[in-house]
């Protein structure tokens, strides 16, 4: 069994910590099941980029509620107990569910680079088949990830310290309790993570510099605007999720910093999964003309 030393060891923070981030599960489960309620409910939102959206919010929603109700138990009980079989149980789920939403991200992207530099063709490229393709293409990376992370880090052997200094069972903790040599280990999860989130964010980057060359080569300001205006919630959101994942994974080990890397953590797993929602429909007349629509049919009906 493990034992999870959270983010702080006072009483009076982890009871403000646990109220905080009882809050944020709270808007985070309300914002995703309604965006997808929204878009499920909407026939006008019935498009590749809302499908795709439908798909983030079920992520976001999942990956969130694999960590934060084990930290709010550890935040309110201060015992920071996690079995084994929970604790790789988390890891799977978390490594399996975030891999997923870095390829989404980019699926995302691809879809917002065929309506804006090739809209003649957008219907005939982003059909049916192509967007359950990435969403398939994407929970299978995920799970292809996911094993391997799990797979590597059962071979290890735990003999000294079972104290996790962190609020979640996370590889690079995970292996630092190892007593037997983690090299092998060390470098295929950075090779399989690497290649994941790098390889996702470089298909993201080469569709915002087609996208902005295109948006620049349009005449008018409103037109600009508008064009712009359909990627700036999507590249909002994959500016926070990657610094932050990047800047806690795709780094050194010598400069690893427990506060920093906690805090950036917090981030990835508790407080994006809040924001999408509130990006993506506060950022959004389609999403708010929606829950207009649906809110007028259905519950001022009632």
């Given at each position: 069994?493990?034992?999870?030393?959270?983010?702080?060891?006072?009483?009076?923070?982890?009871?403000?910590?646990?109220?905080?981030?009882?809050?944020?599960?709270?808007?985070?489960?309300?914002?995703?099941?309604?965006?997808?309620?929204?878009?499920?409910?909407?026939?006008?939102?019935?498009t590749?980029?809302?499908?795709?959206?439908?798909?983030?919010s079920?992520?976001?929603?999942?990956?969130?509620?694999?960590?934060?109700?084990?930290?709010?138990?550890?935040?309110?009980?201060?015992t920071?107990?996690?079995?084994?079989?929970?604790?790789?149980?988390?890891?799977?789920?978390?490594?399996?569910?975030?891999?997923?939403?870095?390829?989404?991200?980019?699926?995302?992207?691809?879809?917002?680079?065929?309506?804006?530099?090739?809209?003649?063709?957008?219907?005939?490229?982003?059909?049916?088949?192509?967007?359950?393709?990435?969403?398939?293409?994407?929970?299978?990376?995920?799970?292809?990830?996911?094993?391997?992370?799990?797979?590597c880090?059962?071979?290890?052997?735990?003999?000294?310290?079972?104290?996790?200094?962190?609020?979640?069972?996370?590889?690079?903790?995970?292996?630092?309790?190892?007593?037997?040599?983690?090299?092998?280990?060390?470098?295929?999860?950075?090779?399989?993570?690497?290649?994941?989130?790098?390889?996702?964010?470089?298909?993201?980057?080469?569709?915002?510099?087609?996208?902005?060359?295109?948006?620049?080569?349009?005449?008018?300001?409103?037109g600009?605007?508008?064009?712009?205006?359909?990627?700036?919630?999507?590249?909002?959101?994959?500016?926070?999720?990657?610094?932050?994942?990047?800047?806690?994974?795709?780094k050194?080990?010598?400069?690893?910093?427990?506060?920093?890397?906690?805090?950036?953590?917090?981030?990835?797993?508790?407080?994006?999964?809040m924001?999408?929602?509130?990006?993506?429909?506060?950022?959004?007349k389609?999403?708010?003309?929606?829950l207009?629509?649906?809110?007028?049919?259905?519950?001022?009906?009632?």
């Open positions: 069994d493990f034992i999870l030393t959270g983010l702080t060891d006072s009483e009076g923070i982890q009871l403000l910590l646990f109220a905080f981030f009882l809050l944020i599960y709270l808007i985070t489960v309300l914002g995703n099941v309604g965006m997808i309620l929204i878009i499920r409910l909407d026939p006008q939102l019935h590749p980029m809302y499908f795709f959206l439908t798909q983030l079920f992520l976001d929603l999942s990956y969130s509620t694999v960590i934060t109700p084990k930290t709010l138990e550890n935040l309110l009980t201060a920071g107990y996690i079995s084994f079989m929970g604790c790789f149980t988390q890891l799977f789920f978390f490594v399996f569910l975030a891999a997923a939403e870095c390829i989404l991200l980019s699926s995302m992207a691809f879809d917002r680079y065929v309506a804006i530099c090739n809209p003649l063709h957008y219907a005939v490229i982003m059909n049916t088949r192509c967007c359950y393709a990435l969403i398939t293409g994407s929970y299978m990376i995920g799970f292809m990830d996911s094993s391997i992370n799990v797979l880090m059962s071979r290890l052997q735990f003999c000294d310290s079972n104290v996790i200094r962190h609020f979640f069972c996370d590889a690079p903790r995970i292996l630092a309790l190892s007593c037997t040599d983690t090299y092998g280990n060390e470098l295929m999860i950075f090779i399989v993570a690497g290649s994941t989130i790098l390889g996702s964010f470089i298909t993201i980057a080469v569709s915002y510099v087609s996208i902005l060359s295109s948006i620049l080569k349009i005449n008018s300001t409103s600009k605007q508008k064009a712009f205006s359909t990627c700036a919630s999507h590249l909002l959101g994959v500016t926070i999720f990657y610094g932050t994942m990047i800047f806690t994974y795709l050194p080990s010598k400069s690893y910093s427990l506060g920093k890397d906690q805090v950036a953590s917090v981030f990835y797993t508790i407080v994006i999964p924001l999408n929602p509130l990006i993506y429909s506060l950022r959004n389609e999403v708010k003309n929606a207009y629509r649906v809110m007028q049919r259905d519950v001022f009906r009632t």
